[in-house]
Nanobody, 121 residues
Framework: QVQLVESGGGLVQAGDSLRLSCTASGPTFGNYAMGWFRQAPGKEREFVAGISWSGADTYYADSVKGRFTISKGNAKNTVYLKMNSLKPEDTAVYYC??????????????WGQGTQVTVSS
């Protein structure tokens, strides 16, 4: 089984920055791509950013392109999401996921518990 643990969420003002972290562990963790999704109250969970296992390929939702950056740590089981120029509409629970990659939720069988990000105006 694969365990994912997120950290770094919090309450910030519009225009501020935050960095989320996610660490994967477990005896079956392999060469998985990793991604970040988010879910705002009353809305479906949506793709935010993804990164290949090697870290060479990254991709973003249009709504965060140019503001958010996904990256991996030196240990391939850690992924970060640096969020700049935060907007109130970025408020959501942010989830880390591991799987085969892409923008679809069903490509990620493993999920963290989520971390709350709240952006005040």
């Amino acid at each position: 089984q694969v365990q994912l643990v997120e950290s770094g969420g919090g309450l910030v003002q519009a225009g501020d920055s935050l960095r989320l972290s996610c660490t994967a562990s477990g005896p079956t963790f392999g060469n998985y791509a990793m991604g970040w999704f988010r879910q705002a109250p009353g809305k479906e969970r949506e793709f935010v950013a993804g990164i290949s296992w090697s870290g060479a390929d990254t991709y973003y939702a249009d709504s965060v392109k140019g503001r958010f950056t996904i990256s991996k740590g030196n240990a391939k089981n850690t992924v970060y999401l640096k969020m700049n120029s935060l907007k109130p509409e970025d408020t959501a629970v942010y989830y880390c996921a591991a799987g085969t990659g892409g923008m679809r939720k069903d490509r990620y069988p493993y999920w963290g518990q989520g971390t709350q990000v709240t952006v005040s105006s």
